[in-house]
C-alpha cells in the first residue's frame, strides 16, 4: 500500500506553545490529506480535510485559528496546534487520498501529544 | 446524519475464524472501508468494497450489503498478532470523508 509519514511521532510541550506536525505521502502525490484526533480507548475523529492549494475544511466544533493546517504541496500537509493547553493532548493522526486504489486514504502513523 | 455500529469486543480461538459486523446508516454512500488498529498505532488498510459482495484478500474478507446497510470482516486462521481494533469506516458522497465507527477490540487467545 501507499505510505503516508509523520513527523515526530511524539512530542512533549509547554502549556501554551506551539507545536507544528507533519505529514507526508512518500511514493504518491495527495491532493486531499485528512487529520484525525484518537483519545484513548476511542475512535477516530475528524478535525478537517486538507486541500492543496486551498483553504482547509474544518468539522464542526474544531476551531480553525488553534488547528492552523497549511496543505502547499501535493505531498505534505501540516498542523500546528497553537497555544496548546493539556486538553489538547491527544493522538493526532494524518491520512493522504490515493487515488489510485478507490481513493482509500492511507494513514501515518501518529504524533502523540503531550501537553503539560 | 450517519451511525456505524461495530460490536465492542470480541474474543477468538488462535486457528479459528471471526466474522466483525458492522451496521451503517448513512445520509450517502460511496464505499466501505476496514482497517486494523494496534493499540498505539495508526490504522492500516485492510479491505475496500463499493460493490454488494465479497472481496478476499489473503486470510481476510470482506462482505457488504448495501440495500442492509452491512458489512462484515472474516478472518480466518487467526494469529496471535491478529488482536488489535477493527475499525468499519464509511464513505460519504462528497468530500472523501469517512467516518469510523467505535471499533471492535479483538482478543486472540491460545
Known amino acids: 500500500g501507499a505510505v503516508v509519514s509523520q513527523h515526530p511521532s511524539r512530542v512533549i510541550c509547554k502549556s501554551g506553545t506551539s507545536v507544528k506536525i507533519e505529514c507526508r505521502s512518500l511514493?504518491?502525490?495527495?491532493?486531499?490529506m485528512f487529520w484525525y484526533r484518537q483519545f484513548p480507548k476511542q475512535s477516530l475523529m475528524l478535525m478537517a480535510t486538507?486541500?492543496?492549494?486551498?483553504?482547509?475544511?474544518?468539522e464542526q466544533g474544531v476551531e480553525k485559528d488553534k488547528f492552523l493546517i497549511n496543505h502547499a504541496s501535493l505531498t505534505l500537509s501540516t498542523l500546528t496546534v497553537t497555544s496548546a493547553h493539556p486538553e489538547d493532548s491527544s493522538f493526532y493522526i494524518c491520512?493522504?487520498?490515493?487515488?489510485?486504489?478507490?481513493?482509500?486514504?492511507?494513514f501515518g502513523p501518529g504524533t502523540r501529544l503531550l501537553v503539560l | 446524519g450517519q451511525n456505524i455500529d461495530q460490536p465492542t469486543e470480541m474474543t477468538a480461538t488462535e486457528g479459528a475464524i471471526v466474522q466483525i459486523n458492522c451496521t451503517y446508516q448513512?445520509?450517502?454512500?460511496?464505499?466501505l472501508f476496514w482497517y486494523q488498529q494496534h493499540a498505539g498505532e495508526a490504522p492500516t488498510f485492510l479491505s475496500y468494497?463499493?460493490?454488494?459482495g465479497l472481496e478476499e484478500k489473503g486470510r481476510f474478507s470482506s462482505f457488504l450489503s448495501r440495500s442492509k446497510g452491512y458489512s462484515y470482516l472474516l478472518l480466518k486462521e487467526l494469529q496471535m498478532k491478529d488482536s488489535a481494533s477493527y475499525l468499519c469506516?464509511?464513505?460519504?458522497?462528497?468530500?472523501?470523508?469517512?467516518?469510523f465507527g467505535a471499533g471492535t477490540i479483538l482478543r486472540v487467545k491460545s
Open positions: 486538507s486541500n492543496e492549494g486551498s483553504k482547509a475544511t474544518y
Open positions: 468494497n463499493v460493490l454488494d
Open positions: 511514493d504518491f502525490q495527495a491532493t486531499t
Open positions: 469506516a464509511v464513505r460519504g458522497l462528497y468530500g472523501n470523508k469517512l467516518v
Open positions: 448513512t445520509s450517502g454512500f460511496n464505499g
Open positions: 491520512s493522504a487520498r490515493d487515488l489510485r486504489v478507490g481513493e482509500t486514504q492511507y
